[in-house]
């Protein structure tokens, strides 16, 4: 009798003991997934966030694109005359003037210096400006220029275009969609600056494009410090030089 009541305890015992096995087991499970859903919560919030990054970086970066091309239509110094109208489209940012200057030297000395302005539009850390005849690109770190300076020069003569904005320009900033007009009266005056060894200096915010494009018409470049600096590039040789300044009287407000 006696070894039947001690079987008897033996077995609840066990059974006691794998009830709460399974109750440790099974609270287990629960932590285990409560675990695995915040980290695919976690997860998904992340690439939420990763997705929202892209997004906003290619919106940014087609805006560029789009402002870019449009400076280029809008804003014809060289072959337009009289009044001119273009429009340049954005989901978001600004698009106001600077100012800027455009210094030509003859021998080392400053003969015409102009406050040439540009023209720039901002999104984040994108940046496109219409500066000294050329559209600038880039970001806050690094910069490119798509179109050249109308600057022409050989062994016998340098000409210096110099695209100059204008004192009341305006500015258009807005989101979800901004058309900005730019309307210019353009007009042109040739200066001729005899014969000597020319420098054309350009005080810019992006001085790397700068430097780039006057190594490429053969200049020996330099930059002084300033805010922002100014590009040097030096024409060595003699040559006869001649400064072409387009005035724009140019005028930015919103709407199409």
Request: charged fraction near 25%; proline fraction near 4%.
């Amino acid at each position: 009798m006696s070894r039947n009541r001690d079987r008897d305890r033996n077995h609840d015992r066990d059974r006691n003991r794998n009830r709460d096995r399974g109750r440790s087991r099974g609270q287990s499970n629960v932590v285990a997934v409560a675990l695995l859903l915040g980290i695919a919560a976690a997860s998904m919030g992340a690439l939420t966030a990763a997705v929202g990054v892209i997004v906003d970086s290619s919106a940014t970066q087609a805006d560029a694109d789009r402002v870019a091309a449009d400076l280029e239509t809008a804003v014809d110094p060289i072959a337009a005359t009289g009044p001119q109208r273009g429009r340049v489209t954005f989901a978001e940012g600004r698009l106001y003037a600077v100012e800027r200057t455009l210094e030509v030297r003859a021998d080392g000395s400053a003969v015409e210096r102009l406050d040439v302005g540009a023209l720039v539009y901002r999104a984040g850390d994108r940046r496109v400006a219409f500066h000294a005849g050329a559209v600038v690109r880039g970001t806050d770190g690094r910069g490119w220029l798509e179109t050249e300076p109308p600057v022409t020069v050989d062994d016998d003569v340098l000409i210096v275009g110099a695209p100059r904005l204008g004192d009341d320009v305006g500015s258009v900033a807005g989101t979800g969609g901004v058309t900005a007009t730019v309307e210019t009266n353009v007009s042109h005056d040739r200066r001729s600056l005899g014969d000597a060894t020319f420098a054309v200096a350009v005080e810019t915010s992006a001085p790397g494009a700068w430097e780039r494009a006057f190594e490429e018409l053969g200049a020996t470049v330099s930059r002084e410090p300033g805010e922002p600096p100014t590009v040097v590039a030096t024409f060595d040789g003699e040559r006869t030089g001649y400064l072409v300044v387009h005035d724009l009287d140019a005028e930015v407000s919103a709407g199409g």
